[in-house]
């Protein structure tokens, strides 16, 4: 039982095909996965996007809609800006700008 017998140092043939299909199967995926990735990148760019803070600049896009903001007063959406900085889910910096930007909005 040796290597050139053709037993794949005791795995048979058959083994050596099925390892071969699947390496072949997670390169091609690994290979889709890149150029995806390039092609999503370049639409991103091609619309003005930075595609490395897309995710980021449509939550701060969604988060400062109109659609979110519903019927709140002036004061309740302080408010809410205050209980936000207090729970340090928002830094001061971004409280100050956010609270520029509602009172800028009256």
Request: a negative charge; charged letters at 25%.
């Amino acid at each position: 039982m040796g290597f050139d017998d053709g037993d794949f140092g005791g795995f048979d043939s058959g083994f050596a095909t099925v390892f071969t299909i699947v390496a072949v199967i997670i390169v091609l995926g690994i290979i889709a996965v890149i150029v995806l990735a390039v092609r999503n990148g370049a639409k991103a760019r091609r619309a003005g996007l930075d595609p490395t803070t897309l995710n980021t600049d449509i939550a701060i896009k969604v988060l400062q809609s109109e659609a979110l903001r519903g019927e709140q007063s002036v004061e309740q959406r302080l408010a809410k800006l205050d209980e936000l900085k207090a729970s340090g889910a928002i830094s001061p910096d971004e409280h100050a700008a956010a609270r520029a930007r509602i009172l800028g909005e009256i």
